[in-house]
């Protein structure tokens, strides 16, 4: 029996994470708004996927909800979502267990494609892995150009580039 992938939403912002249930359109996407209730959710509830604001509230950061989430299920995967993509925020959502950092805008197309792709392993990615899937998805969302993924990425241009020719 194949079943669509349950998705939980942790956004502070009801426009925004209602937003995105919407744009999940044949997933079953559940939203929450605090942190909290995100762990009573995924305990309670068996998620595919999960999709974290950075930014939740003045008091509560999105890293250690990832954190929280991940110290209760290994396996979930788990994508932290940001207005602001930098590599210190790719490296602290690995640290924290986040398979994925999305920059907002997200590009719904590329957030399904993650959300239903099946995992080649049943263990997390490596830090080196988070860190090129980060990169690869700010490059993508710049369209390819390198100097404006540079500029979001707070790193200078040929940087960018050694560490693009030294994953080919």
Not at 3 to 11: I, K
Not at 57 to 73: A, I, K, P, Y
Not at 116 to 130: D, G
Request: proline share 4%; charged share 25%.
């Amino acid at each position: 029996m194949c079943t669509a992938p349950r998705v939980l939403v942790v956004d502070d912002d009801k426009l925004v994470a209602s937003s995105l249930r919407r744009a999940l359109r044949g997933m079953m996407a559940t939203c929450v708004y605090d942190g909290r209730t995100a762990l009573i959710a995924a305990t309670t509830s068996r998620f595919h996927a999960a999709i974290v604001d950075l930014r939740l509230s003045e008091v509560e950061s999105g890293l250690d909800v990832v954190r929280r989430l991940r110290g209760r299920n290994p396996l979930l995967r788990i994508g932290l979502m940001t207005g602001m993509p930098t590599m210190k925020v790719g490296f602290d959502a690995s640290v924290a267990g986040a398979n994925a950092v999305f920059s907002k805008p997200i590009e719904i197309q590329s957030l399904i494609a993650w959300i239903s792709s099946t995992p080649t392993s049943e263990r997390p990615q490596s830090l080196e892995q988070t860190k090129r899937s980060y990169i690869e998805n700010i490059l993508a969302s710049c369209n390819g150009n390198k100097s404006e993924a540079a500029r979001r990425l707070n790193v200078r241009r040929t940087s960018l580039q050694r560490m693009l020719h030294k994953w080919g």
